[in-house]
């Protein structure tokens, strides 16, 4: 017999389906609720809100578990590329040889972008945050794939669309990074890998012959990986929303982009650097900052620090801290930053504040110093972080709209001012 549980209402007894996950987890399904008893559920920030089934990705946040498709997150960063994770986020598997030269090939020939977006480029200011001109830019790209935005758009549409973005985003990534330095753009470059080709776009001259590093290389294709897919974050939850209206994926995407910006999302990995940066430059000890983000009048808080369902450890992070060892030694960087975080992290794992309310490093903690030993300045932090979750909002949109979910629309508990007449500018004084 099905699974329900019961809600007592003004003595009426409700039944509700209960939900069982594969990894057994439980939910209460209360879809009919209103239209059957009047009543909604309130939950704001959706903290116990399952939004959607999904095959995607499975997180155990008490037990620090990530698994992209049943594969674990230390197995993929370990042995995989990101564009065979990309593969397994979007179609549900590993590719075999043959499939994954063939997405490996359409990728690799659709990373130019039209000339015309050079000229959006020239528009923006020196200096724009990168990832303000990453979102306009991915937005920008239904107006030129016009197929993209059709309602009655085709599997083969849905597909190019696909192949064009993983594709492009890296190629207009390095345009943001070229336009705040005012250095020449690198057209890509179809003999490199997928990590290879970014980096010789982002860091490659027309004077001279770039050779891609592959400490480097490797460092970022187990960033992109871990980076992948977190189920229905914020930004996701963002794809996902927008997606159900029916908008093309492309201005899913760029939807996706602006979410992950916020510091409380990927704009924390910029954030860390810029809190590590402070802490240094103060000279201080560390407790005057731990006592900060305890004090509930100050508006400062560790940033790096706290989950919303890591609530023991999060595993890229884990994976993250020793990478950062391995390529600060590998690339000879020595920064004391790193230093800095460590020490912190100590400090903050062993006060009783942040073992009580379950604050442990995030993912974003250590990726920026990775990404400053690799040379990539601070505002392209939170880009490099879309680079990576790319596959996963694309993977999420397709299974959303393969679902037919339907438009995302909450409800709400109104407690504004009752009905009221009109009163006239001449009464109103
Ligand atoms: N520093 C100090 N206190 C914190 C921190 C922090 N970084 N994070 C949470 N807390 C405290 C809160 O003040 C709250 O305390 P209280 O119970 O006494 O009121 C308690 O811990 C619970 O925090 P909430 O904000 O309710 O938890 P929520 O799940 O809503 O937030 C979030 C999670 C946004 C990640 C939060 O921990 C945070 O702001 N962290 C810093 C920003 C950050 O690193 N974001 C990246 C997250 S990972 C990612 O998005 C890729």
Redo the contacts with the bound molecule.
């Keep these: 017999m099905s699974e329900t549980a019961k809600l007592i209402l003004h003595g009426q007894e409700i039944d509700l389906p209960v939900i069982t996950g594969s990894e057994n987890e439980k939910a209460i399904d209360i879809s009919k609720l209103r239209s059957t008893t009047g009543y909604i559920t309130l939950d704001p920030?959706f903290?116990n809100t399952g939004s959607t089934q999904s095959a995607i990705t499975y997180l155990d946040g008490e037990n620090g578990i990530l698994r992209y498709r049943g594969y674990s997150i230390e197995e993929l960063a370990e042995n995989a590329t990101f564009l065979e994770v990309a593969y397994l986020l979007i179609y549900g598997d590993l590719p075999n040889t043959e499939e994954l030269a063939y997405f490996d090939e359409s990728i690799t020939h659709h990373t130019l972008v039209h000339e015309n977006m050079k000229r959006f480029f020239d528009a923006f200011p020196q200096g724009a945050h990168p990832m303000g001109m990453l979102s306009s830019m991915i937005a920008s790209l239904s107006t030129f794939y016009p197929e993209s935005q059709a309602s009655n758009r085709s599997v083969t549409d849905i597909e190019k669309t696909i192949h064009r973005l993983i594709a492009k985003l890296p190629t207009l990534a390095a345009q943001a990074y070229k336009h705040n330095k005012g250095l020449p753009v690198m057209y890509p470059r179809n003999d490199q890998s997928y990590c290879g080709n970014f980096l010789q776009m982002m860091f490659g001259l027309p004077t001279e012959d770039y050779e891609v590093n592959e400490v480097v290389e490797r460092a970022l294709n187990k960033l992109l990986i871990l980076?992948a897919d977190?189920e229905q974050?914020?930004s996701t939850a963002t794809v996902r929303v927008v997606g159900s209206s029916q908008a093309n994926l492309y201005s899913s995407v760029s939807a996706g982009i602006a979410a992950?910006w916020g510091?409380?999302?990927?704009?924390?990995?910029q954030?860390?650097i810029e809190m590590l940066e402070t802490i240094r430059r103060d000279g201080g000890g560390l407790e005057k900052w731990i006592d900060k983000?305890?004090d509930?009048n100050d508006s400062?808080?560790?940033?790096?620090?706290?989950?919303?369902?890591y609530k023991n450890f999060?595993p890229r992070a884990t994976i993250i801290k020793v990478a950062a060892d391995e390529v600060l030694e590998a690339l000879g960087v020595n920064d004391p930053i790193l230093d800095i975080a460590k020490e912190l992290e100590q400090v903050a794992l062993n006060d009783e504040?942040?073992i009580q309310?379950?604050?442990y490093p995030?993912?974003?903690?250590y990726s920026g110093i990775i990404y400053r030993a690799l040379g990539i300045p601070t505002d392209m932090f939170t880009v490099m972080?879309a680079l990576g979750r790319l596959p996963g909002w694309i993977g999420q949109w397709k299974e959303m709209t393969e679902q037919s979910e339907p438009i995302g629309r909450p409800r709400q508990v109104y407690t504004g001012s009752t009905s009221r007449p009109y009163v006239s500018l001449t009464e109103r004084g």
């Design positions: 920030g903290k980076h977190h974050n914020c992950l510091p409380l999302h990927g704009g924390a990995n954030a860390v983000a305890k509930k400062f808080r560790l940033m790096g620090f706290g989950h919303r369902v999060d504040y942040f309310r379950g604050l995030n993912v974003d903690f972080f």
